[in-house]
């Protein structure tokens, strides 16, 4: 094969296809998006979290024994060895929950049964093991910073129950369940987002599962990914601190030439179908939790960059008004997305070691002219 490039990529890879898959459907255009070729609107209305696991990793529905199989292993992977709660302990206090949790689960591998195996079934023990050390994490980490006990895990509770158990210290309401379960189903895959194309590539060089979930949560962080939501609501509260217009607050942002998080997507050309979910759970919980008004900013905010930027909400700016009305802090909201989108990278890094090759493109090469020779100190 060639040594030399043959095709410039677009800035950011725009538009480019770097793998097959078979595990995310996205059609930009009509906004939208499929797990498995399954709807995520028919997921949202009828399925939950776990059963939205089984059919990433699987590639297929559960039967209703493989469903059941699936909570019990997840429950039984409800626990945390004592030196990752050690750790948790001994961060600094001001640490950033996102930072913690991609050291933590660096450190996770250290404590796994399979840590040195990479196969496909230990991947897939991996992944189940992950998903719910990652709540756990997340859970614990917000505990202990803020001076209170480490919850036990109920092992009788659905993934999304148990988490808000062990973040807020009593059992959930139904609704509260239900919602935070819909929110992990709409942020479990979504195709070659930048942290599970951080994952793959990771994967294919043969390294391990934990290595490939550090680097997709190192990249989940950023405020053009998964850190939008953060900033959506950083947003909101100063508009309230300031008792602001939310619209005059917004159009400055754009005056500065600044994007508004929460806004635009670099696939979606239409309504981001993730936010059509969000939108209604945050107006609903807002009224029913008496915090509107994050709800009513957002949507005076959502109607105002429609029409002056043409820009649609992406997922995250509605999950910044959801979360907090499930006791939910700004800071935890990207951990959250991480908590749900362990799913998915997980599938991603098996699917990608079932059929590897090395990820390693070229760049085009824009410095001094070659040969640009050496100059000794003295004579620089
Ligand atoms: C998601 C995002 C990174 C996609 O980026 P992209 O495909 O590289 O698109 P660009 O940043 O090139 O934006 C294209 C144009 O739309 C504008 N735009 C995009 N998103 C914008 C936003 N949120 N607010 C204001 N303007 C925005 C850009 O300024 C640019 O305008 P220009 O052509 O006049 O310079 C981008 O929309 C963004 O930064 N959004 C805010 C962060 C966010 O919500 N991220 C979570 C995504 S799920």
Redesign the pocket.
């Known amino acids: 094969m060639s040594s030399v490039t043959t095709t410039q990529a677009p800035k ?1 890879l ?1 538009g480019v296809v770097a793998t097959n898959s078979k595990i995310c459907y996205i059609d930009g255009d009509r906004g939208v998006l499929a797990y498995r070729g399954i709807d995520i609107h028919e997921l949202a209305d009828h399925s939950n979290f776990e059963e939205t696991c089984y059919l990433l990793w699987f590639g297929r529905l559960p039967s209703r024994n493989e469903l059941q199989d699936l909570r019990q292993r997840l429950a039984e992977e409800r626990h945390l060895d004592p030196a990752i709660i050690e750790f948790l302990r001994n961060v600094p206090k001001q640490a950033l929950p996102m930072d913690v949790l991609r050291t933590a689960v660096s450190a996770l591998s250290f404590y796994d049964p399979d840590q040195k195996k990479n196969d496909h079934d230990a991947n897939i023990n991996k992944s189940i093991r992950l998903t719910s050390q990652i709540a756990m994490i997340v859970a614990a980490y917000d505990r202990i910073r803020k001076g209170k006990n480490v919850v036990e895990p109920d092992r009788a509770l659905s993934h999304a129950a148990n988490f808000l158990l062990q973040l807020n210290g009593t059992k959930p309401s139904p609704t509260a369940e239900r919602a935070l379960d819909i929110a992990l189903i709409l942020h479990a895959d979504h195709e070659l987002n930048a942290s599970t194309f951080a994952a793959r590539v990771t994967a294919a060089t043969l390294s391990d599962m934990h290595s490939a979930v550090t680097s997709a949560i190192g990249a989940l962080k950023g ?4 850190g ?1 939501n953060e ?2 609501f950083r947003i909101l509260q100063s508009i309230d601190r300031e008792k602001a217009d939310p619209v005059d607050y917004v159009r400055n942002m ?1 005056a500065q ?10 696939v979606y050309h239409t309504e ?1 179908p993730r936010a059509t979910h969000l939108r209604v759970m945050s107006r609903d919980l807002g009224k029913s939790s008496g915090q509107a008004k994050w709800y009513e900013m957002s949507e005076k905010i959502e109607k105002f ?1 429609k029409a002056e ?1 043409k ?1 649609n909400a ?4 509605y999950s910044a008004s959801t979360y907090p009305t499930l006791g939910i802090d700004e800071d935890l909201f990207t951990p959250v997305f991480a908590v749900s989108r362990i799913s998915g990278w997980t599938a991603h890094v098996i699917e990608q070691l079932d059929d590897n090759r090395l990820i390693r493109p070229r760049a085009e090469y824009l410095g001094p002219e070659y040969p640009n020779h050496y100059v000794p100190m003295d004579q620089r």
């Not at 405020?223 to 998964?226: C, D, E, K, R, T």
């Not at 030439?257 to 670099?266: I, L, M, T």
């Not at 992406?314 to 700016?317: E, G, I, L, S």
């Open positions: 950011g725009e405020p053009l990914h998964g939008a900033a959506v754009l030439k600044k994007k508004v998080p929460g806004f635009g997507h670099r981001d960059i930027k820009l992406n997922v995250d700016f």
